[in-house]
């Protein structure tokens, strides 16, 4: 069964500090791994997604995350914060399948504010 | 281009009404999701069309859950005899290969669903 953890379901950092969003997975298939990005009352929105190829995926607005299976690890970062990155964060794993639904199984999510 | 829409975006019932809630996918898109977010927590997976055909429906949560897409392009989310337990979040994603995993799923803004 495949599963996704987010330590922490609110983050704080002030403007201009490294933004760190944790995030585990248990999947008994290599997984696909993704972040989406939810503002208020709009939908998700794809920050990057890592599918077996390098290990260090860029992403849009200069997030990036890593994939450490040593870790089962897909945490996210980005150097300096900006006042616009406030929003909820989801991790999600999905896996490959020729013959059904590749359905998304989402974290919980953690909400990162940004302090002036 | 027009992403994915979803009508209404709020919507308050009556326990024990019953709603449909619209999804437009993305022009061409083979795939359609729905997914269920619950106030706090992140969505979760409903059903699966590709095309016309529901390929999967195992998140369905009862009977009282209906979906549909006749031509395979928008698609309906019924819910019969609302509950209270059925206020949530209801988000329809697209995208345009069938399977695989691989493919970025887009998602709309979402329905809110309160019942009372």
């Known amino acids: 069964a495949q599963s996704v953890t987010q330590l922490g379901s609110h983050v704080s950092v002030s403007e201009g500090a490294l933004v760190l969003l944790r995030c585990n997975y248990s999947s008994s298939v290599p997984p696909y791994l993704f972040w989406y990005v939810q503002y208020p009352n709009q939908g998700l929105q794809l920050l990057l997604k890592?599918?077996?190829?390098?290990?260090l995926v860029k992403g849009i607005n200069g997030f990036e995350a890593e994939f450490k299976k040593s870790e089962t690890s897909f945490h996210l970062t980005k150097p300096s914060a900006h006042m616009s990155d406030a929003a909820e964060y989801f991790c999600a794993v999905s896996f490959r399948s020729y013959s059904s639904a590749s359905k998304i199984i989402f974290g919980s999510g953690t909400r990162l504010s940004i302090r002036p | 281009g027009a992403g994915v829409s979803q009508s209404p975006r709020y919507k308050v019932a009556k326990r024990g009404q019953d709603v449909a809630l619209r999804c437009d996918p993305i022009?061409?898109?083979?795939?359609l999701f729905w997914y269920q977010q619950a106030l706090g927590q992140g969505p979760e997976f409903l059903t699966y069309f590709q095309n016309e055909a529901q390929l999967d429906k195992s998140g369905l949560p009862s009977d009282r859950f209906f979906a549909e897409r006749p031509e395979g392009s928008v698609s309906t989310l019924k819910i019969q005899r609302t509950q209270q337990e059925d206020s949530a979040v209801y988000l329809c994603?697209?995208?345009?290969?069938?399977?695989?995993?691989?493919?970025?799923?887009?998602f709309g803004p979402g329905t809110r669903l309160l019942v009372l």
């Open positions: 994603a697209s995208s345009s290969l069938g399977g695989g995993g691989l493919e970025t799923q887009y």
């Open positions: 890592y599918t077996s190829a390098a290990t």
């Open positions: 022009s061409g898109h083979v795939s």
